[in-house]
T-cell receptor, first 110, second 115 residues
Framework: LAKTTQPISMDSYEGQEVNITCSHN???????ITWYQQFPSQGPRFIIQ???TKVTNEVASLFIPADRKSSTLSLPRVSLSDTAVYYC???????????FGKGTRLSVIA | DSGVTQTPKHLITATGQRVTLRCSPR?????VYWYQQSLDQGLQFLIQ???????AKGNILERFSAQQFPDLHSELNLSSLELGDSALYFC??????????????FGEGSRLTVL
């Protein structure tokens, strides 16, 4: 399984764009990059998934460079309710259980 | 609401005891996953079942066991409980064995406190 490295914590003010970068140097050809969000005392929630280039949905954008050794989750104009832990995961589309690291604790300040 | 239901939401018990946590997956989902989350360990994968059969095993202790029943609900049994077993236990489900989208749907968890 590809190991991921992401910052332990980040702070941001409301209304700013937040970019969380994840390193996954050993990503394999069949691996997808997936991000989850977890609020305190709740289960993680799927945010976005991508394989290469850029993916955008109503919540976030995911940027993946050509070498796929890193990815950046972009949250536009964050609000206080975006305060959560964000996990970057790398896994293939087969039966590989998702392995969560420690994630990035994002604190949004008013 | 993810559609995954876990009971009980909270459970307080003593060391040495045994508890059972229950999970009902989303309608139509055949795979069930169990995760443990404690303060200092993050989310740890325990075990996965697909349509009643064990498919993958993670860092699950021998004191813990799980099963998935014909109606697809799953139970996680924790025995000879120790203080260190205090944690949030999450169940997640996905539609198939092959996760083409990589999306797992998590329940709200069962908080276990061992005194």
């Amino acid at each position: 399984l590809a190991k991921t490295t992401q910052p332990i914590s980040m702070d941001s003010y409301e209304g700013q764009e937040v970019n969380i970068t994840c390193s996954h140097n050993n990503i394999a050809t069949n691996d997808y990059i997936t991000w989850y969000q977890q609020f305190p005392s709740q289960g993680p929630r799927f945010i976005i998934q991508g394989y290469k280039t850029k993916v955008t949905n109503e919540v976030a954008s995911l940027f993946i460079p050509a070498d796929r050794k890193s990815s950046t989750l972009s949250l536009p104009r964050v609000s206080l309710s975006d305060t959560a832990v964000y996990y970057c995961l790398v896994a293939d589309s087969g039966n590989t259980p998702l392995v969560f690291g420690k994630g990035t604790r994002l604190s949004v300040i008013a | 609401d993810s559609g995954v239901t876990q009971t009980p939401k909270h459970l307080i018990t003593a060391t040495g005891q045994r508890v059972t946590l229950r999970c009902s997956p989303r309608s139509g989902d055949l795979s069930v996953y169990w995760y443990q989350q404690s303060l200092d360990q993050g989310l740890q994968f325990l075990i996965q079942y697909y349509n009643g059969e064990e498919r993958a095993k993670g860092n699950i202790l021998e004191r813990f066991s799980a099963q998935q029943f014909p109606d697809l609900h799953s139970e996680l049994n924790l025995s000879s409980l120790e203080l260190g077993d205090s944690a949030l236990y999450f169940c997640a489900s996905s539609v198939a064995w092959v996760r083409s989208t990589g999306e797992l749907f998590f329940g709200e968890g069962s908080r276990l406190t061992v005194l």
